[in-house]
Structure formats: C-alpha cells, structure tokens
C-alpha cells in the first residue's frame, strides 16, 4: 500500500486527525507521495472517493497523483475522486449545476473588451501625462484585481496601485460594467468568472467534501483562497512551501500560507524533513541563501542521499558571452545524459546566448518558458532573406518578409510572389531584375464568383512611384502596376530589390552583414523594436526602444558568431532550419526559466547571469516585486540539481558595455 513506503515525518502527516492540517513540504521531500499517501489513508478510513477533493496547479499533476491512487485501488474508486485545478473542478460543477457558461479564451474576451473601448472617448485627456492603459493592459490589469483581492472595489485597488490613472476610473468603470452585462448576457466567461461563479453554485448546490486536498499551497491567490472558504471544509490538507513562493507577479499571495495557522486557530502544522533529491553540499548552498528570508514556519532538511558529495562549483568569466562558452564546454564534457541536464536563467534574453552555442557545437536543446532564439521575429527573417538565395520558388520565405510591409497582409503577398514567379520563369530574383515581358502578371484563373473577367482589377502605372524609385530599370518592372500598393509598399519593395542588387556572396557571415546593413532590415527592425517599446497607453517609451534595439542587436551579433563556423550558405540554412525542430524538441539539454522549472528536477543544473542587477533582477525590483522573491527563485533553480550544481556570472558584458558585480546570491552562498 502507498503508505508502507513513506518515511515517519509523511506518514505522522498522513495519519494526522481530520481538521486543517498544514505541511511544509520543501524541495524533494516527496509532497506528491505525502498527497497520495493522504487519499489513500482516507479510503482505508472509509472515507468515500467522491467525498474527497484534490485541487492542483495543473490538471497533470492531479492526473499524475489520481493514476498512483488507482495503481493501488483501481481506476474505478480513482475516478470518484474530485480532482483537478480549481477552475477545472469548478467549470465541471457549473456544466453539473446546469449553468449557462460559454467558456471564452482572453482573446476572444479582450476582442469584446476592445469593441466598448474603442467607443469611449479619452479626447478630454490628452494633455494629460499620464496615457489611458490601451484595452488589452485593462482587461488583464482587471484580471489580476480579481485574482489578488476579494475586499477592495476596482476603483481602491487600481488607486493605490496606480494613482496616476485615478483621472481614468470613471471611463474604466464604464467600460468594464458594459463588458460584464455584456458577458452577462451571452452567459461567455473566463477563468476567473468559473471561480466566482463557482462560489454561487457551491452555496446554491450545498456542494460540500469531507476533506479537500491542496497542492502547491503557497501559490494559492485570494480569489482560490476564498472558493476553499466558500466551501467551509471541516478538514483540510495543504501542502506546500514558503520558500517556493514565486508567482507574485500572478497575484499569488504568500500570506495566505504564513498565515494559516492564525485563521485555523486550532491547526497543526507538519514538517517534512527528508530531502531526497539533492546532494548535501547542494542542500547546504540552498539553505545558505534561503536562511536570509524570514523564516515563516521552522525547518531544518536532512539530506537521505549519501552516494555523492560533490560541491557545488562556480564558474568565474570575464564577459558574458565567455560565461555561455564556458557552460557549454562543462555540457560537452559531461557524462550526464542531455536529457538530465538543464541551464536555468533569470531571463528569457539569456538563453539566446546559450542556445546558439549548444546549436554552433552541435548539441540539441530544448526551451520551455520563452521562445526560441531560432523562432525570434527577426532571426527568423534573416533566415527567410538567405533562403531566397538559395531558393528563389519559396513562397512561404517571401510571403513571411513580405507581410511586414504596412497594409499589404499575406493575400497581396503571395500576389506579388505569383507576379514574380511569373516574370522570371519561377525565379523570383530573376523576375525582379530580368523580368519578362508580361504586360500584366497579374492575371488570375477564371474566376465563376468574379463573373465573365479574368482580371479582377484594373492595373495602375508604374509611374506613380518615380518619387520613390530612382532606377529607371526597376521602375518598368510590372509588379509595381498592382493597384493595392502604397508608398510604403512600394518603398518596402525597392529596399528588398536594392538588398537583392548588392548582395554578392554566398558567404553566410557575409550575408548577416548585407541584410544587417540593408534599408529593408533596418525598416524591419524600427518596426519590431518600437512594438516591443509601446506602453499600455499606445505610446512608445524611447528608453524601452534602445533596450529593444539592443536586445535585438546582440542577437544579430550571436548569428554573425554562428555564422563564422561555416563557409557555406546551404550548409548554414541547413543547420539552423532543417535541423531546428529535432534540435529543439523532444529532446536534449534543457532550457528553462526559474518559473517554467519549478516541479522538475535534473542530474547536472548550470544556474547562469548570478549578476547583480540580472539575478537577482533589480529592475522588477524597482517595479514591485522583492529581493526575498528573486531569493526564492534562486533557492527554486538551486534546488533542481539533485548530483551536480553549477553557478556561473561574468565580469563584464562587452555588447552592453557593462560591468558586473557579482549577485549576492553567491556571497550568501559562501562561494565568493
């Protein structure tokens, strides 16, 4: 039976009294085998499956915990057992309660929201300073109100949030009253209507368990919180860990599990002490750090494993890029399998640099918490503009450079591909430079919907863009007859012709060169960064725009790196494109944020950018968050590694022209 296996500090908390019962469950101390355990000893108690709730952060975790439940009772018992997220369960007892729900994605939602914005009229402000939040930062901001407090209106929580946008309130509430009647009236929802919903029908219904179980207890924000009041369990079984605290960005709220024993006055509260996961002296780092935070509930871990001991090591560079060559070079080396080690990182920008040289030494990876550096925007153009070189017949290259252009979406693209192809014999590059003589390349198939024509418009001269074009060999090309192109079309046009005209080799670092320096990626990149730069309020911030262009510089500058090992541009695209979805799925050294690697654990964990001002990050620092947070982070990215550790942090950052100190994370680990 599952509780034959658990050690005396899981099975005291297995076997504990029905009541609210608290566990402190720290990194690799087995929390789901305690949770497992629990349910089990329920059963046995003759308590009834359906009777017993289990709420998770993931419906796989439930799913995970309710298939060990069934190894040892059957899937049949397993099955009763109400389990899931809590918007799971609580979209399956409104779908029970016979609730009108049509269950809508933020998207969807904030499409509606957009609808009743774009009436309103913010004209009266435009003096103001301060810009009105645009429609999407509204619904989100309004989706974390919901989620991070059940006391305050909208109104108090947005003006000690935000008391520069108190001016907006009177229109926010507005618009936001519209967007529920709305909702109201079409029955639509998202996740958090199911949980406020969810309370209606538990009181409606008397919906009610004889104990509910809690993964994750530390994560749990207000609006969770108040669904387990709602239903006044008698006995409640929480797991969790202070230490593991890291959504408040989410609306998550550590108080809720520091406080547990002040609201459930008559409480016990449990410890497990047994580490299983981690070596000693990796432990001892972690607990080194964490000890600096304020310690909610006592503990003091055991280390179980005794079959390794070796220290954790930290990797000194003199710049950052130094500091990704240098983990790379231990991964090489490294007997551990791929699979089983991971790189974990403060943020997502660092994991471009490492990506790029596991990919240069032929190593795969796999990112899960951010986008790959080979799916980026811009490195995915740089990518199509070389592959039209080797292969001028790729529509789908040149459809993707093209919907950049201002007003010309995919369906005039492909037109002027077709026109192209047409002119040069299936060469497009030909077709801009020798193009036949084809009065009209535009010609489509008949067309029964457009009646007896073959042409479904009429075509515009050429002439009209001489302001534009200053090659008259260009100028007669008949691509530019189409009727739906613009200035800025055209412009785009000419800039893609010009890159083409000087582009004369096929050497790929040369080439990175060309199209870095070429009009139309410039164009591009204006276009990219000032969308990354543009604030809630639609305007752009100038200081956002230079970290924006010069994010997107130092990934040019890692391509022109990669490009430097080959000498051939067929053998370049190769490696990037047709080996990329077997480099970066499925299998291979893992690369990971601290949130997405939160639950899992690897041989080998290489913890990199352990910079002051990078991790910990005292820019969300500045904005809100912690230093006890970023503390959390790193003790939950330590705590991965269960044989060997790794921290790494570099001196200096030549592309920022940056100097580091050294996080004190590190000094609190003993290790400088």
């Known amino acids: 039976m599952p509780l034959k296996n658990l050690n005396s500090d899981q099975l005291s908390a297995v076997k504990s009294n029905q009541g609210h019962n608290l566990i402190i469950a720290s990194a690799g101390t087995g929390k789901t085998s305690t949770i497992v355990g629990r349910i089990a000893y329920l059963i ?13 952060f993931t419906n796989k975790a439930a799913a995970e915990m309710i298939v060990r439940v069934a190894k040892f009772f059957g899937k049949d018992v397993a099955k009763r057992i109400e389990a899931g997220t809590f918007h799971a369960v609580s979209y399956r007892w409104l779908k029970k309660g016979k609730r009108n729900i ?4 933020p998207k969807e939602l904030k499409l509606l929201l957009k609808t009743l914005y774009d009436k309103r009229n913010f004209l009266n402000f435009s003096e103001e300073k301060t810009k009105p939040y645009v429609y999407s930062y509204l619904y989100d901001l309004y989706s974390l109100y919901l989620n991070s407090t059940n006391v305050e209106s909208f109104n108090e929580w947005l003006s000690e949030k935000s008391p520069e946008h108190e001016i907006y309130l009177d229109i926010y509430n507005d ?12 029955g639509y929802a998202n996740f958090d209507d199911l949980l406020i919903f969810a309370k209606d029908e538990i009181r409606d219904s008397k919906i009610s368990f004889d104990e509910i179980l809690v993964d994750e207890y530390q994560d749990t924000n207000p609006l969770q919180n108040s669904l387990i009041n709602t239903l006044e369990p008698n006995s409640l079984f929480c797991v969790g860990d202070y230490d593991q605290s890291i959504y408040g960005f989410n609306g998550s709220d550590i108080s809720i599990i520091s406080s547990f024993k002040d609201v459930y006055i008559n409480s016990k509260i449990f410890t497990l002490k047994k580490n299983y996961r981690s070596t000693a002296l990796i432990l001892q780092l972690a607990n080194d750090v964490i000890k600096s935070n304020l310690r909610v509930y006592p503990k003091e871990l055991e280390v ?5 001991n070796i220290p954790p090591r930290l990797l000194t560079c003199a710049d950052v890029k130094e500091q990704y060559r240098a983990v790379t070079a231990k991964i090489i080396e490294s007997n551990t399998p791929k699979e089983e080690i991971a790189v974990i990182f403060r943020n997502n920008a660092t994991a471009d640099g490492v990506e790029a040289i596991l990919r240069e030494n032929n190593i795969p990876s796999k990112r899960k918490g951010s986008l790959s550096f080979f799916e980026s925007k811009e490195i995915k153009l740089f990518l199509d503009i070389a592959t039209l070189l080797m292969n001028p017949k790729d529509m789908m290259a040149f459809i993707h450079i093209f919907e950049y252009i201002k007003g010309v979406g995919s369906a005039i ?11 040069g014999d299936g060469d497009i590059i030909r077709g801009l430079f020798r193009p036949n003589d084809i009065a009209n390349p535009f010609k489509s198939k008949k067309n029964f919907q457009l009646g007896l024509f073959d042409d479904y418009f009429v075509l515009e001269k050429a002439s009209r863009f001489k302001n534009i074009i200053d090659d008259d060999s260009f100028l007669k090309n008949p691509i530019l007859k189409h009727p739906k192109l613009t200035s800025d079309a055209v412009k785009f046009i000419y800039n893609f012709y010009i890159l083409y005209k000087h582009i004369n080799s096929k050497n790929p670092t040369r080439i990175v060169e060309f199209i870095n320096n070429s009009h139309l990626f410039k164009d591009i990149k204006d276009t990219i960064t000032t969308k990354r730069a543009t604030l809630k309020s639609g305007e752009v911030d100038n200081e956002l725009k230079k970290e924006a262009d010069l994010k997107l510089d130092i990934k040019i500058n890692i391509l022109k790196d990669i490009a430097k090992n080959y000498d051939d541009l067929n053998r370049f695209l190769n490696a990037l494109i047709l080996t990329n979805s077997e480099m970066s799925e499925g299998s291979g050294v893992n690369l990971l944020t601290v949130h997405s690697s939160k639950g899992l654990e690897f041989k080998e964990v290489f913890v990199v950018d352990l910079m002051e001002g990078r991790f910990p990050n005292h820019k969300l620092i500045s904005k809100g968050s912690s230093l006890d947070e970023e503390r959390r982070l790193f003790y939950v990215a330590v705590t991965r590694a269960k044989d060997r550790l790794y921290l790494s942090f570099a001196k200096y950052d030549k592309f920022r022209n940056i100097d580091y100190e050294p996080s004190c994370f590190l000094n609190e680990a003993k290790l400088i």
């Open 44 to 56: 046995q108690s003759g308590v009834a499956p359906e009777r017993i709730l289990l709420l998770t």
């Open 304 to 308: 179980v494993r005794r079959d390794s």
């Open 413 to 423: 693209s492909k037109e002027l591909f077709d026109a192209l192809s047409l002119l």
């Open 102 to 105: 049509a269950l809508k994605t």
């Open 175 to 186: 618009i936001l009253d519209e967007y529920r009647e709305l909702k109201a009236e079409y």
